[in-house]
């Protein structure tokens, strides 16, 4: 046998035996049967498994039909976030909770060590591409991979897994931004979208505190909210979903929205506004359900305006006598009804206290209407909306608030004749904070008051205009009726009443 006795040689040998081993592959697959080349394939890889001495698992962020991102991969992503942003060479940077800093992670196929117990583990960041010959558009599906020792096995999948997922919850929270999502139009490739779900940071800064709002009626709610969030034990116990449903109403302008985003900040709850108008179907309805995080607020606002759930979506039309006009009136109309959503009342119901509604826990469902007389009143009953809250027009309590908020005030002579002026109008708390709101650098507290003032005492002048108005239309009404009712009395005094004779009277005459 001859050995090689230089680099070179060693080389050529080397890229020589590769070649042969390439071009005999080649051969096995283009003329070995598939099924030959399944079982080789399978029975090698148990070979080679046998004496492989590591063990690998992964951690995919969508699992079946990525109905869920899963927990556990938003926890180890967490958890590398953290880990990893020593060690990797290729890092993901983002803003952090107070948009100072930035949060480092590992970027795509990057690989990082990690030590628990003086044991050493791998991780790695790797996603699957979809097949470019599809021909529907997919998403890459992401995944870490695990990779430790066998002798190891028992430590890493009952303590050192348990401490990842563990410290990877407590990143999250530690980091967590709000955020206010809302829902994307429905489309024939939503299917394939990663999320139907498109996200903001939320920012909103209302809170109970700045709420124009009785003291009184702001505490009930808030001792509700607390009472919500920390009955879990009581929830499982009674059997129930851990959800509540808030019915918001009132005129607008009466602090509905400001409402919802004081709760989210309250509760540190991500905001779902979902626009019922850009979902397809009862069936894309529940896929957004079933998308929405815990610790989450879902909101549909003016819930009466959002769809007809009466089922009656439109009129018959009278038949055209011209079959052409006819025939493009029916295109039109299929066309509109391709397009808008086909959400029913009973698809809506079953969202709210369905089976699909305990998908998740610690969720707030909230509607808000100007108008809750129209609603259906199995829409808004107790176990569906468990709380009604009404926002009415500001009272004087709720304007002090205003005040405090706007103008830095706890008292001023002018409350007094404000006070008076309130019990006599309704004014909506957005109309008073507009009045309140300095319009310019030399605008103080005591403008603001006047302003305020001239526009209660103008709603209480034009308020008793139409009060008066109302009045004497309903008395030329009811002298109108009674004109009309007088005429034909009158006219029966004045004429004698004069019955024809039958003919059978004329001839007894």
């Known amino acids: 046998m001859i050995v090689p006795q230089t680099v070179t040689e060693v080389w050529t040998t080397m890229g020589s035996t590769i070649a042969s081993f390439m071009f005999i592959w080649a051969i096995i697959r283009q003329y070995c049967p598939y099924e030959v080349r399944f079982y080789f394939a399978k029975y090698t890889q148990r070979i080679i498994s046998f004496f492989y001495p590591y063990i690998k698992i992964s951690i995919h962020e969508y699992t079946g039909d990525r109905l869920e991102r899963s927990e556990a991969y938003a926890a180890v992503e967490a958890y590398l976030s953290i880990n990893s942003s020593k060690s990797a060479k290729r890092l993901k940077a983002e803003m952090a909770k107070d948009c100072s800093n930035l949060v480092l ?24 591409m979809p097949l470019p010959q599809s021909m529907y558009p997919q998403q890459e599906r992401r995944y870490y991979r695990l990779t430790f020792h066998k002798r190891y096995r028992e430590i890493i999948t009952e303590a050192y897994l348990k401490h990842v997922i563990q410290q990877g919850k407590e990143i999250r929270v530690r980091l967590r931004q709000r955020k206010l999502y809302t829902n994307d139009s429905g489309n024939k490739w939503q299917i394939y979208k990663q999320t139907t779900w498109s996200h903001i940071v939320f920012e909103h800064p209302a809170t109970f505190e700045t709420l124009a709002m009785e003291p009184a009626k702001k505490k009930e709610i808030i001792d509700d909210l607390v009472t919500f969030c920390k009955n879990k034990d009581f929830y499982a116990r009674i059997g129930k979903a851990w959800k509540r449903g808030y019915l918001l109403y009132g005129p607008p302008g009466t602090g509905k929205s400001t409402m919802i985003a004081a709760m989210a900040n309250l509760l540190n709850y991500d905001v779902y506004d979902l626009e019922l108008t850009a979902v397809k179907d009862n069936t894309e309805l529940r896929k957004l359900l079933i ?14 305006c959002s769809l007809d759930l009466t089922g009656q979506r439109t009129k018959k039309e009278e038949k055209s006598p011209d079959e052409d006009k006819q025939k493009w009136e029916k295109e039109i109309r299929k066309e509109h009804e391709e397009s808008s959503s086909k959400v029913t009342l009973s698809g809506l ?155 059978k009277s004329q001839n007894m005459n």
């Not at 970027?107 to 990690?114: G, S, T």
């Not at 699909?356 to 469902?365: H, Q, V």
């Open 105 to 128: 992670s590992m970027d795509e196929y990057e690989r990082v060590k990690d030590e628990f117990q003086g044991i050493q583990v791998w991780w790695v960041s790797s996603m699957v």
């Open 291 to 304: 998308e929405t995080t815990s610790k989450s607020i879902i909101v549909i606002e003016d819930i009466d």
């Open 349 to 503: 119901l079953n969202f709210i206290d369905g089976l699909w509604s305990a998908c998740g826990e610690e969720r707030l469902i909230v509607f808000t209407t100007n108008y809750v007389e129209k609603l259906d009143p199995a829409l808004i009953r107790r176990g569906r909306m468990d709380k009604h809250i009404e926002l009415f027009y500001c009272s004087f309590e709720a304007f002090k608030v205003l005040s405090r908020n706007y103008l830095r005030l706890e008292a001023h002579p002018l409350f007094d004749k404000i006070e008076s002026l309130m019990k006599e109008t309704m004014i909506t708390p957005a109309d008073v904070a507009e009045n309140l709101m300095p319009k310019s650098p030399l605008d103080d507290a005591e403008k603001c008051l006047s302003r305020l003032i001239q526009a209660l005492e103008e709603t209480k002048a034009a308020a008793e205009a139409t009060e008066k108005d109302e009045k004497e239309a309903s008395t030329k009404n009811a002298q109108s009726s009674f004109k009309a009712a007088e005429v034909p009395a009158m006219e029966d005094a004045a004429c004698p009443t004069t019955r024809k004779l039958s003919p």
